[in-house]
């Protein structure tokens, strides 16, 4: 199917869908009325790619939605994926279907680490993950990323110390990196994964946005760093980022090492999620069969949007600091010139401006003064709100 650069400037109308986003009602609810433009989900306003529709239009004529069975067309459609776009290979039996990548983290942590058990993360991060560990009573050990000239790194250092004074069980890594944008180069993966492997730390990989890839950079997942390291890694991910469909809830996991997945897999089909939903099945498997060119489109248009921001912070000297994107449909920006205390800035934008941003502080810690925007919008409404962002800076 040919797919065309103009699919992303189509304006489609969600406000009386239940989007969590867009609806009505639950803006009220939130903050008085219905007229705010929604950036803070790492969601897009995008229609997803038409094979995607077809094939749950298709399936939704039949008229009956029971249990439904998860063939081989399916582990197929995800190998095949992983191998031609991004050069990973998985077989059948590394792979477990789930209703999401917060869930599937959650049960990880359940079942490989226990109560009391140090977890270390890199904050900023996007909090779900966090509080899938300390919901569940373990420790949080924070390494926090280092922002060096415009863009943000590990400290090794301080998680070889971490490893050294800790007894680190885990570590959630999250490539691309929400809310940074940074798609970690496989060196920097290699020099996380020998401390793992050194101090036998288990990793987490959260890689739900791998496929959302800024012009010039290249995702490794550091399940394919070596051998070692496959076997030491888990790694999270799903379709629903990148063609928009976090409403089907599907995800996998991906698990190399048999010693770590027969009894992970055993432990979670007993959570009962033995038939999933139906669409969510369907929808992947389209995606991953026919979707690849609308992908390669859409990063384009992400760029542009990227691109876009960039020349508007620029032109109208908003004194707003973009932070490089490599990956994600986000952006990250440091409103720390703007004359406005931290705890200030999320609710003057939603008061002056009517946008709604994802405040920096909310990503567990190391985000004071950022705020966080999704640009999966057409470009017409993205503009509408940096239109809305100037105006209400130009008043202080
Ligand atoms: C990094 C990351 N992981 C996980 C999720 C949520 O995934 P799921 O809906 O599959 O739980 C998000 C959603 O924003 C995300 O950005």
């Not at 007993?270 to 995606?287: C, D, E, H, S």
Request: aromatic content about 14%; hydrophobic content about 40%; overall charge neutral.
């Amino acid at each position: 199917m040919n797919f065309s650069l103009d699919h992303f400037d189509k304006y489609v109308d969600r406000t009386q869908t239940w989007s969590i986003k867009w609806d009505p009602d639950y803006m009220i609810e939130r903050f008085g009325t219905a007229d705010f433009l929604p950036f803070n989900h790492a969601e897009m306003d995008f229609e997803c790619p038409k094979p995607i529709i077809d094939a749950i239009r298709q399936r939704s004529d039949h008229g009956i939605y029971g249990y439904t069975l998860v063939k081989s067309d399916y582990y197929d459609s995800v190998i095949r994926w992983y191998q031609h776009r991004h050069g990973i290979k998985f077989s059948k039996e590394e792979i477990l279907y789930s209703t999401g990548v917060v869930f599937s983290l959650r049960n990880v942590i359940q079942f490989f680490t226990n109560i009391g058990d140090k977890i270390l993360i890199f904050p900023p991060i996007y909090r779900p993950l966090a509080e899938a560990a300390t919901d569940q009573a373990r420790k949080l050990i924070m390494v926090p990323l280092r922002l060096k000239e415009g863009t943000y790194q590990m400290d090794f250092d301080q998680i070889e110390y971490a490893f050294q004074t800790h007894s680190i069980k885990l570590v959630i890594l999250c490539n691309p990196h929400n809310p940074v944008g940074r798609v970690w180069t496989r060196s920097e993966l290699q020099r996380l994964g020998d401390l793992c492997l050194n101090y036998n730390v288990m990793i987490v990989s959260d890689e739900i946005h791998c496929d959302i890839l800024s012009q010039g950079y290249h995702y490794s997942s550091i399940a394919s760093i070596s051998p070692e390291l496959g076997l030491k890694t888990i790694m999270l991910s799903s379709m629903t980022k990148t063609f928009n469909t976090s409403g089907l809830k599907i995800a996998n996991i991906f698990i190399k090492n048999p010693e770590i997945r027969i009894p992970f897999f055993r432990f979670f089909d007993k959570k009962f999620i033995y038939a999933p939903n139906v669409f969510g099945i369907l929808g992947m498997q389209a995606a991953y069969n026919h979707c690849a060119q609308w992908v390669d489109l859409l990063v384009q248009y992400l760029d542009d949007n990227f691109r876009f921001v960039q020349e508007y912070l620029t032109k109208h000297e908003m004194n707003i600091d973009l932070i490089q994107r490599e990956g994600t449909p986000l952006i990250w920006l440091d409103f720390r010139k703007i004359p406005l205390a931290p705890d200030q800035i999320f609710q003057y934008l939603i008061k002056k401006a009517h946008i709604i941003p994802y405040d920096g502080r909310d990503f567990t810690a190391n985000g004071e003064g950022f705020q966080r925007l999704s640009i999966g919008y057409p470009r017409k409404i993205l503009k509408e709100g940096l239109d809305r962002i100037r105006k209400a800076i130009q008043l202080l």
